[in-house]
């Protein structure tokens, strides 16, 4: 049997790690680990998705009877995380995104030889960091609170070097995104290069009238989370539907791992360009 991809991704608090993964997760087929957690969810936050929510005792079963794959504390909150050997096995998808602190990172290099584990280290300035933080709830108290927790082990870790890949974020989430992919593929694929993953993928960001939309579009196998399919006609329908939504023949931005870049385009080009084979398409804001 073979063994799973998985991709460890480490940053620091606001540095955009986990909307990185989240938008990496359709290109590559992949899933993210929604670790075990004895913190309290956070208004944005859905339970299984970033993180399974436990209480402190169901935590403290978990430890108790499974194999843990990995496990931190954080600080003085005390808040512990942990995801189990048996999590990771479960999961159908042969690439998996983990995001993980250094802490977690060290704990679990004993398992090097179950997974085919690899680093993305996703780092920011501190101004960027701190300004996202207060953008999400006007506060940044607890950020400050966490970043100096952070210190400690973050450290080390950005003195080893331990990373097989870094994404600088700082600018735009296009251009984060755009190098977040390519080191995935890169790790994936190290022998035929940054320009190969494994099936035709397109991340399409439309910049609308009144929010920013994503439409990511992929060819292959329906995978078993529920996106939508749609054959070539339905497929056009739904472009067609899109691009008068956001006004005739506007530029939208299409990352093309065969160019390697991201590459604008419209409607009427992008579909007379594309494959007419059959799509899946998921639609989010």
């Known amino acids: 049997?073979?063994?799973?991809?998985?991709?460890?991704?480490?940053?620091?608090?606001?540095?955009?790690?986990?909307?990185?993964?989240?938008?990496?997760?359709?290109?590559?087929?992949?899933?993210?680990?929604?670790?075990?957690?004895?913190?309290?969810?956070?208004?944005?936050?859905?339970?299984g998705r970033e993180h399974t929510f436990l209480t402190?005792?169901?935590?403290?079963?978990?430890?108790?009877?499974?194999?843990?794959?990995a496990y931190t504390k954080i600080g003085?909150?005390?808040?512990?995380?942990?995801?189990?050997?048996?999590?990771?096995?479960?999961?159908?998808?042969?690439?998996?995104?983990?995001?993980?602190?250094?802490?977690g990172f060290y704990f679990c290099q004993k398992f090097v030889n179950e997974f085919n584990m690899k680093c993305i280290y996703v780092t920011a300035d501190d101004e960027v960091r701190k300004a996202r933080a207060n953008s999400r709830n006007g506060d940044t108290t607890a950020?400050?609170?966490r970043n100096k927790d952070e210190d400690e082990q973050f450290t080390l870790f950005e003195l080893e070097k331990r990373w097989d890949g870094m994404v600088i974020n700082n600018g735009s989430l296009d251009e984060a995104l755009e190098e977040f992919i390519r080191c995935t593929s890169r790790i994936l694929n190290p022998n035929v290069g940054a320009k190969k993953i494994t099936r035709p993928t397109f991340l399409i960001s439309f910049n609308g009238l009144l929010e920013e939309k994503y439409i990511e579009i992929y060819g292959g196998a329906k995978n078993a989370r529920g996106i939508h399919y749609f054959d070539a006609e339905s497929f056009f329908s739904v472009m067609e539907r899109l691009d008068k939504a956001f006004l005739n023949e506007q530029e939208f931005c299409v990352w093309d791992p065969d160019e390697d870049s991201f590459v604008n385009t419209t409607f009427s080009k992008f579909k007379t360009a594309t494959d007419t084979s059959k799509y899946y398409v998921k639609e989010y804001v």
Do not use: H
């Open 76 to 103: 003085e909150t005390g808040y512990r995380y942990c995801t189990t050997v048996e999590m990771l096995s479960r999961f159908p998808e042969e690439n998996i995104f983990y995001i993980i602190d250094p802490k």
């Open 1 to 47: 049997m073979s063994k799973k991809n998985l991709i460890l991704v480490i940053g620091r608090s606001g540095s955009g790690k986990d909307t990185l993964v989240r938008r990496a997760m359709i290109p590559f087929n992949a899933i993210s680990v929604p670790s075990y957690t004895d913190r309290p969810i956070r208004p944005t936050e859905v339970n």
């Open 143 to 145: 950020w400050e609170k």
């Open 56 to 69: 402190k005792e169901q935590f403290d079963e978990v430890m108790r009877t499974e194999k843990v794959f």
